[in-house]
């Protein structure tokens, strides 16, 4: 089930899905990730208003991810 929310009320285990803006525009690295912790929450409360959750058993087992530091660059 998917679920819009505002940043304000996201908490740690939610998976989120989508973003209020697009993703390359953010320092998250893929297009959906478990909010693991409170910098997460201040990176989105940061970049979003709104984000789509989706609250589901299968989210236990996806992996936790890190957004890409604002302040690096991609090198070839």
């Known amino acids: ?6 940043t304000r009320q996201i908490e740690q285990g939610m998976f989120v899905t989508e973003l209020d803006r697009p993703w390359l525009e953010t320092p998250f690295l893929l297009q959906g990730f ?15 208003a709104t984000v789509t959750i989706v609250i589901a058993p299968c989210c ?14 991609w090198s070839n």
């Open 1 to 6: 089930m998917k679920e819009t929310i505002s």
């Open 34 to 48: 478990l909010v693991n912790d409170a910098a997460q929450i201040a990176e989105l409360q940061k970049y979003c």
């Open 60 to 73: 236990a087992s996806v992996p936790i991810l890190q957004p890409f530091p604002a302040n690096r660059r």
